[in-house]
Nanobody
């Protein structure tokens, strides 16, 4: 099974940027569809972005389109989330997710493997 560890969160002012990383270990990373989700305080965990095994297909939640970019480096067993033009409403714990599948997954319950999360806070 794959293990996931996120990093790169922090506190940033509105309009700033952060890049989250998710390092995978324990299995063949290129066999996994990957996703990013986030959970704000008191809210459900929601989809942010997803990428297929080869990195040539991506999907985004509407509110992050044009601001966030998901990518992966299969040689480094890592998936990234570049976040630009951050807004206070982007404040949340961000989770990396993986599922051994060749498609692209945007539904939370389809993912079986999760990281511990990394906090992103955007001040106004």
């Amino acid at each position: 099974q794959v293990q996931l560890v996120e990093s790169g969160g922090g506190l940033v002012q509105a309009g700033g940027s952060l890049r989250l990383s998710c390092a995978a270990s324990g299995d063949t990373f290129s066999s996994y569809a990957m996703g990013w989700f986030r959970q704000a305080s008191g809210k459900e965990r929601e989809f942010v972005a997803a990428i297929n095994w080869s990195g040539d297909r991506m999907e985004y939640e509407d509110s992050v389109k044009g601001r966030f970019t998901i990518s992966r480096d299969n040689a480094k067993n890592t998936v990234y989330l570049q976040m630009n033009s951050l807004k206070p409403e982007d404040t949340a714990v961000y989770y990396c997710a993986a599922e051994r599948r060749f498609g692209i997954l945007t539904i939370r319950n389809l993912y079986g493997h999760w990281g511990q999360g990394t906090q992103v806070a955007v001040s106004s």
